[in-house]
């Protein structure tokens, strides 16, 4: 089944960097990734259902930044469909910062129900893309700043994020959400182009990885 997306539907993306896209930058305020893409391709297709689109998304979120500022920028704008990217963040390179800690899958998967929850007890539909990452090697713009990754600190990183896209699947299947398998979707997609073609440093997207994502999301609605 689809999302049906009726004139006056109104949809929020919301998230980390990904999910920003710097769009406060931006004249509309959806920034430059996937959510313009998606709202842009709509409004192409469908010109006769109009859809109200919104981007909470921050850079360098976590859930539990999400959990903090959820309320005021989430439920209270009553959207009819939430999506939802998190946990990039709430990977394991946080080591690397003296002050950080490896979130355990636990904690993260009890943040991100108790996101879920308000919106399911009031209808919404929910999409939840799958956190993922690339297997470049070379220099990340994390939460801690400009680092120099190599194999070892990748497959660190792949042991730590994989338990928490598994908590985000179960989720998705508990609520009854629309799945979005981002990290099998961009392993594919690097199997025949390369994943520097979808992403520069392995987390953000380039445009053509934001266009990936966009017509993923736009497949989940009708």
Known sequence: MTITLRPGTTA????DSITDS???RSEDGLGFGYPLHIAGEWGFRHPDRPVTWLNTGIGGHKVMDLEARWQADVLDARPDVV???VGINDMGWHTLDPA?????????????????????????ELILIEPFILP?????????GTVLIGEKERKEWRADLDP????VRELADRYGAHLLPADDM??????????EHWSEDGV???PAGHAALAAAWLRLVA
Not at 186 to 195: D, K, N, R, T
């Open 12 to 15: 929020m993306f919301t998230g």
């Open 22 to 24: 710097q769009r406060l």
């Open 83 to 85: 999506s939802v990217l």
């Open 100 to 124: 950080g800690y490896v979130i355990p899958v636990e904690e993260f998967r009890a943040g991100y129900d108790r996101l879920l929850a308000p919106l399911a007890e009031t209808g919404t």
């Open 136 to 144: 470049i090697r070379g220099v990340v713009e994390a939460g801690v």
């Open 164 to 167: 928490k896209i598994q908590a």
């Open 186 to 195: 961009f392993a594919e997609l690097s199997a025949s182009a390369g994943p």
């Open 204 to 206: 953000h997207p380039t």
